[in-house]
Nanobody, 126 residues
Framework: QVRLVESGGGLVQAGGSLRLSCVVS????????MGWFRQAPGKEREFVAA????????YYADSVKGRFTISRDNAKNTVYLQVDSLKPEDTAVYYC???????????????????WGQGTQVTVSS
């Protein structure tokens, strides 16, 4: 059973920063591509960022490019999302996801992922 646990969310003013973490409870996460998605109230879940197992390929939604950075530490079974220059429209529950499947492209579709965390709330005040 693969378990993902996110942390690091909170309330922050516009322009502020947070570092979200996702710890994965398996022997080794290197074979897994990892992604971050978010869901705001009344909206569908949307792609934020993804990273392949080696960490050498990363992908971002246009709305967060230049402000968010995804990274991973395979030795710690942890994936990070550094969120900077936050805007009120970034307010959402942020979910971490993992996939063992071989997926081409930007890993930006939630159906490509097999495992999900419970989410961490990020609230940005104006």
């Amino acid at each position: 059973q693969v378990r993902l646990v996110e942390s690091g969310g909170g309330l922050v003013q516009a322009g502020g920063s947070l570092r979200l973490s996702c710890v994965v409870s398996i022997r080794a996460i290197r074979p897994y591509a990892m992604g971050w998605f978010r869901q705001a109230p009344g909206k569908e879940r949307e792609f934020v960022a993804a990273i392949r197992g080696s960490g050498q390929s990363t992908y971002y939604a246009d709305s967060v490019k230049g402000r968010f950075t995804i990274s991973r530490d395979n030795a710690k079974n942890t994936v990070y999302l550094q969120v900077d220059s936050l805007k009120p429209e970034d307010t959402a529950v942020y979910y971490c996801a993992a996939t063992y499947r071989v997926v081409d492209g930007a890993l930006d579709d939630h159906v490509e992922y097999d495992y999900w965390g419970q989410g961490t709330q990020v609230t940005v005040s104006s």
